[in-house]
Every structure is written in C-alpha cells, then in structure tokens.
C-alpha cells in the first residue's frame, strides 16, 4: 500500500525565519508525483509546489522549495522568508505514474503557525 | 477564472438522516474529485469522474454513500442515513483533463456535523 506519512503534528516559526516541514512516503512505483499542499483557515486547499520523481533537481517556487532524496523517500518543504500568511495546515502528497485515476494519497498534514 | 464553488458550506444533521452537496467544477475541467477529511486527518478519495464516468469509487461506502455527474458538469455528494462517522469535511476538486500533472483544484469544502 501507498503511504505518506508527516511526522510533525505542528510547527511554528517567527516571521521572516526559515522552517522545513517533513514528509516521506511509502510505494513501489518508479515513476511518480510529489505535492505540497497549503490549507489555510478558510479551507481551500492550495498547490504550493509539485515534484516528479523522475526529476533530480529539486524544485523551487519563489519562498517554497523542496528537498527531494528519492532513495530515501523523503520530500521535505522548506519555507524560506516566513510570512503571516504562511499559516496553515500543510499537506504531503503522492500521485502514481503509470495510473488508473489520479487519486492523490494525502499525509495527515503539518500545522504551521507563523508569530510575528 | 472561478474556481471550484460548493454549497451549502455547512450542514448540521442528526444520524439517520439524509444530506446531499452539491460542486460545480472550474469550467472545462472533464475531471472531478470528490475527497472526504476527517479532523486530524489528510483528505481521501471518495470518488473520480471523468465527464459523467466513474473511474474510481474503490473507497466509497456504498451502502450510504451515492455521486452522480449526470451532464458532466456539476456533480452531488448524498449520504443516506448518515452515521456519526460521517462528520467531516467534503471537498470537491477538479482538474483538466490535459494536463500531465492533472493538478487538482479544490473548493472550500462542506462541513457536515452529524449528531
């Protein structure tokens, strides 16, 4: 079965600062996506960044990058720059390549709160 | 362009009873998600349509839970009875059929308290 797991329940950080939220997964496949999704209070849930498994390079969105180690199946975010509006619930997520539907298996998520 | 809307935001029933969401996907996107999350946990697939096709429904209950996407358009959620259980929140995505990373697009979700 398809995992991912999200070890850290809560994380805080002061503004400005940089914070690393951590993820690894659980699969057989080769091929695949990575996801980090951002829940804000209001609820609709938000693409941050997207990672390929067949890429190397890690990528990178303005203050958003991650850290992907595919042997060791870990996708780590880090959050550069920390702002208000970085709090939120933030959720690891995979996707299957070759698939039959486009199920996104989500982690339980990681509550960011960022402190002036 | 509008994202993905939802109704009603929120929904307090008691068990036993029946309740319906309704999601009106982004425009153009052939693909819609119904997930359901619980508190403390990340979403879970309930069911996939591609246009009016079901593609996955392997995790929803069956026996309560009901989708339809009759024009491959707007798709309803029903649960009947609900069981306490059932309490969580339903989000619908979308996404367009083109795209290779299918990104999918959430709406704000329905909370639905059953008691």
């Known amino acids: 079965a398809q995992t991912v797991t999200q070890s850290q329940p809560e994380m805080s950080v002061q503004e400005a600062e940089t914070v690393t939220l951590s993820c690894t997964y659980d699969?057989?496949?080769?091929?695949?996506?990575l996801f980090w999704y951002k829940q804000p209070p209001s609820r609709q849930m938000i693409l941050v960044i997207r990672q390929e498994a067949y890429k190397q390079q890690n990528a990178t969105e303005n203050r958003f990058s991650v850290n992907f180690q595919k042997a060791a199946k870990s996708f780590s975010l880090k959050i550069s720059d920390s702002q208000l509006g970085d709090t939120a619930m933030y959720f690891c997520?995979?996707?299957?390549?070759?698939?039959?539907?486009?199920?996104?298996?989500f982690g339980t998520g990681t509550r960011l709160q960022v402190f002036p | 362009e509008a994202g993905v809307a939802q109704s009603p935001r929120y929904k307090i029933i008691e068990k036993r009873q029946s309740v319906a969401f309704w999601c009106n996907p982004i425009?153009?996107?052939?693909?819609l998600y119904w997930y359901q999350q619980i508190l403390g946990q990340g979403p879970k697939l309930l069911i996939q349509?591609?246009?009016?096709?079901?593609?996955?429904d392997s995790q929803l209950p069956k026996d309560r839970f009901s989708a339809e996407r009759l024009k491959g358009v707007d798709s309803t959620l029903k649960i009947q009875p609900a069981k306490l259980e059932d309490s969580a929140v339903y989000l619908c995505?979308?996404?367009?059929?083109?795209?290779?990373?299918?990104?999918?697009?959430f709406g704000p979700g329905t909370r639905l308290t059953v008691l």
């Open positions: 997520a995979f996707m299957p390549i070759p698939k039959n539907t486009d199920k996104l298996i």
């Open positions: 425009s153009g996107h052939a693909t």
């Open positions: 699969t057989s496949e080769n091929n695949y996506y």
């Open positions: 349509f591609q246009n009016n096709g079901v593609v996955d």
């Open positions: 995505a979308s996404s367009f059929l083109r795209d290779p990373y299918n990104e999918q697009f």
